[in-house]
């Protein structure tokens, strides 16, 4: 696994150069863990890029926040690569993503420190083109959570709502 992320993570640095364009976004949601005390709800920002390899193939990376509370208190980082297909349907550009990286949680504790996991996902979306440039998207991803030493299940869902710029 280790090797596939660093295949990707070269990918998608060296892709720029190949690429005539890509998209930035960031979207904001909830991430839904199970744990010894019940369902918790974490407010999370997230933010992406992805550059167009071919067609409506895209590769890039991802950096992920996630807190206890609103506002965002005690946040533990997140960050990995992605490839997604995202083709242009008229006004719609569904999404489907699989990524890999790694993540803190801010509810997984040893020590009273933060525990960080090697994780996988994947999304679906829907977008929405606002204007040439700009999406508005909604996203379904399942996440599973490798290594995970604390109380908590080995997946979770998050869904966010955000805002996609396509950059020329």
Known sequence: MLRAALVLAFLALTTPAL????????????????????????????SDFAFE???PLHAGGWVQVVGLTLP??????????EVSLRPQLGWFRPTFEVAGGR???????QDGREIGTWTTS???GLGVA???????????????FHQLDADLDD??????????????
């Open 19 to 46: 690429a005539d364009t890509g998209e930035a976004g960031v979207q904001a949601g909830v991430l839904r863990l199970e744990g010894p005390g019940g369902t918790r709800l974490e407010p999370t920002l997230r």
């Open 53 to 55: 390899l071919v067609g």
């Open 103 to 109: 993540q803190r949680l801010p509810t997984a504790r």
């Open 72 to 81: 965002l208190t005690e946040i533990a980082l997140g960050g990995g690569v």
């Open 122 to 124: 994947a999304a679906v």
């Open 155 to 168: 997946h979770a869902w998050l869904a966010t709502v955000g805002l996609g710029v396509r950059i020329p």
């Open 130 to 144: 606002a204007t040439e440039q700009l999406v508005i998207e909604a996203r379904l991803t399942h996440a599973w």
